[in-house]
């Protein structure tokens, strides 16, 4: 308990240093997941590979907001900013300029895989610390669940603009859209077999995603398992009133 209080009173000292309020988990954790959803749909509205560099900024937006929640240290915070605004800087004047090319493509693209690779790393490392079977930990498994599909997404985006080969030869074109509608068949290996990568490198990643989605359903049902015992130990553990 008391390494609780002072973890908790460590995270506002932080949040004050920045100037920043306190967000609360269920409602920061809502926001995540609309902001997945919309830039899932921009991403998914792509008919070609290149990714959409609205969908960027709204997954850099994510990151502050996961960043927030899950109390990240100061420093790697700070290097995270500079981070991601130098990326969403480059973004926009990217955009602005209407600058287009595969080169830049690809940068986006890996920057948007990096972005969706420590969000989910940070949401599963605060929410193991916890204890409790409550909403936020059913969002927090949700989102966390949402950025690992979206992540191997942008895996497969990334091999097919370093490509000469399509992703999935002549099955179906090889568009984000595609890719994320695979991505997440293959997560919760549904596997409709309408697409099928061709290559070795994207017969890889879909193993290593297939295996993923499976570990990480079987850790977060044990994660809402866990916190359920603990709210039944707490509470046959309290001591009862006794009436005179």
Same mark, same amino acid.
């Given at each position: 308990?008391?390494?609780?209080? @002072?973890?908790?009173? +460590? +995270?506002?000292?932080? @949040?004050?240093?920045?100037?920043?309020?306190?967000?609360?988990?269920?409602?920061?954790?809502? %926001?995540?997941?609309?902001?997945?959803?919309? &830039?899932?749909?921009?991403?998914?509205?792509?008919?070609? =590979?290149?990714?959409?560099?609205?969908?960027?900024?709204?997954?850099?937006?994510?990151?502050?907001?996961?960043?927030?929640?899950?109390?990240?240290?100061?420093?790697?915070?700070?290097?995270?900013?500079?981070?991601?605004?130098?990326?969403?800087?480059?973004?926009?004047?990217?955009?602005?300029?209407?600058?287009?090319?595969?080169?830049?493509?690809?940068?986006?693209?890996?920057?948007?895989? %990096?972005?969706?690779?420590? &969000? =989910?790393?940070?949401?599963?490392?605060?929410?193991?610390?916890?204890?409790?079977? #409550?909403?936020?930990?059913?969002?927090?498994?949700?989102?966390?669940?949402?950025?690992?599909?979206?992540?191997?997404?942008?895996?497969? #985006?990334?091999?097919?603009?370093?490509?000469?080969?399509?992703?999935?030869?002549?099955?179906? *074109?090889?568009?984000?859209?595609?890719?994320?509608?695979?991505?997440?068949?293959?997560?919760?290996?549904?596997?409709?077999?309408?697409?099928?990568?061709?290559?070795?490198?994207?017969?890889?990643?879909?193993?290593? *995603?297939?295996?993923?989605?499976?570990?990480?359903?079987?850790?977060?049902?044990?994660?809402?398992?866990?916190?359920? &015992?603990?709210?039944?130990? +707490?509470?046959?553990?309290? =001591?009862?009133?006794?009436?005179?």
């Amino acid at each position: 308990m008391t390494t609780t209080r @002072r973890s908790s009173s +460590a +995270a506002r000292a932080r @949040r004050s240093r920045w100037g920043i309020g306190e967000i609360d988990g269920v409602a920061g954790y809502a %926001l995540v997941i609309v902001l997945l959803v919309a &830039s899932y749909a921009l991403s998914a509205a792509q008919r070609t =590979p290149d990714p959409s560099p609205l969908a960027f900024l709204i997954i850099l937006v994510t990151v502050a907001v996961v960043f927030r929640i899950t109390d990240v240290r100061t420093a790697v915070q700070r290097a995270s900013w500079v981070i991601l605004a130098v990326s969403a800087a480059v973004t926009i004047a990217a955009s602005l300029l209407g600058a287009k090319g595969q080169v830049l493509d690809i940068l986006l693209s890996a920057a948007t895989l %990096l972005a969706l690779l420590v &969000s =989910p790393t940070a949401i599963i490392g605060h929410q193991v610390k916890r204890r409790g079977l #409550n909403l936020e930990a059913l969002l927090a498994t949700i989102a966390a669940y949402v950025l690992v599909g979206l992540f191997f997404a942008f895996a497969f #985006n990334l091999l097919a603009l370093v490509s000469q080969a399509p992703l999935f030869g002549d099955a179906g *074109e090889d568009s984000l859209a595609n890719q994320l509608f695979f991505s997440f068949t293959t997560l919760t290996t549904t596997g409709y077999g309408n697409l099928v990568p061709v290559g070795a490198n994207g017969q890889a990643i879909a193993v290593i *995603e297939a295996i993923t989605g499976q570990l990480f359903l079987i850790t977060a049902v044990a994660r809402i398992m866990r916190g359920a &015992s603990g709210m039944r130990t +707490a509470d046959q553990s309290a =001591p009862t009133k006794e009436t005179p």
